[in-house]
């Protein structure tokens, strides 16, 4: 079935930094989507970004991922971290009307 | 713009017991989901339902029931509460060609 991989729990970096949290993916579906979803303490999960077209960047809040079909990824990327990006990331993959989550993971800026 | 609103947000019940958690949108979406959100185990997928009176088991069905009699409302049950099944449980919907996902503010299960 279905299935999305975050290889790590968490990640710990000090503002200002670039972030990048991986993500893959597995599925027979030809054309999933891909969505990073965040989760903020006490909040529930909302869409960051999501794709549908290979090879296409998308953008959100300062946020990019690209779909990369042939390496089944969809990492997430930031140039500059800030303190506010503190907060557990979820990927997720569509493939008919299912979505599947990955683990999670919690991203931890520091000052 | 929607909410959804599932209740109660604490559920606490006896090992055994059978407990309902409930959940109502007013997106006017056709598919509604159950989550259970553990820590370090991401969201899994306990039911999913793509239009009223349907049901859709997910990687975690086994020990859960879920309803879906109206287009509106999905309720999840946990058939023999188990002190191991303490967690968040977080009902989301979508519509069926969409993809976002507009997610609950989550049920709290403690037994006891």
């Known amino acids: 079935g279905d299935s999305v991989t975050q290889t790590e729990g968490l990640v710990t970096l000090t503002e200002g930094l670039p972030v990048m949290l991986n993500c893959t993916y597995q599925?027979?579906?030809?054309?999933?989507?891909l969505f990073w979803y965040v989760q903020h303490l006490n909040e529930s999960p909302r869409l960051l970004l999501k794709?549908?077209?290979?090879?296409k960047r998308t953008e959100h809040q300062g946020f990019h991922a690209t779909l990369h079909k042939s390496s089944s990824s969809f990492h997430l990327q930031k140039s500059s971290a800030q303190l506010s990006d503190s907060a557990l990331y979820y990927c997720?993959?569509?493939?008919?009307?299912?979505?599947?989550f990955g683990t999670g993971t919690r991203l931890q800026v520091l000052p | 713009g929607g909410i959804i609103t599932q209740t109660p947000k604490f559920l606490i019940g006896q090992e055994g017991q059978k407990l309902t958690l409930k959940c109502q949108q007013n997106?006017?979406?056709?598919?509604m989901y159950w989550y259970r959100q553990d820590s370090g185990k991401g969201l899994r997928l306990i039911y999913y339902?793509?239009?009223?009176?349907?049901?859709q088991k997910g990687d975690l069905s086994e020990g859960y029931d879920a309803s879906r009699e109206k287009k509106s409302s999905f309720s999840l049950t946990v058939t023999s509460a188990q002190k191991n099944e303490m967690a968040v449980f977080l009902c989301?919907?979508?519509?069926?060609?969409?993809?976002?996902?507009?997610f609950g503010e989550g049920s709290r299960l403690i037994v006891v």
């Open positions: 997106f006017n979406h056709d598919t």
């Open positions: 989301a919907s979508s519509t069926n060609s969409g993809n976002t996902l507009y």
């Open positions: 997720a993959l569509r493939g008919t009307n299912k979505v599947v």
């Open positions: 339902s793509i239009t009223e009176n349907d049901l």
């Open positions: 599925t027979i579906y030809s054309n999933p989507f």
């Open positions: 794709s549908f077209t290979d090879n």
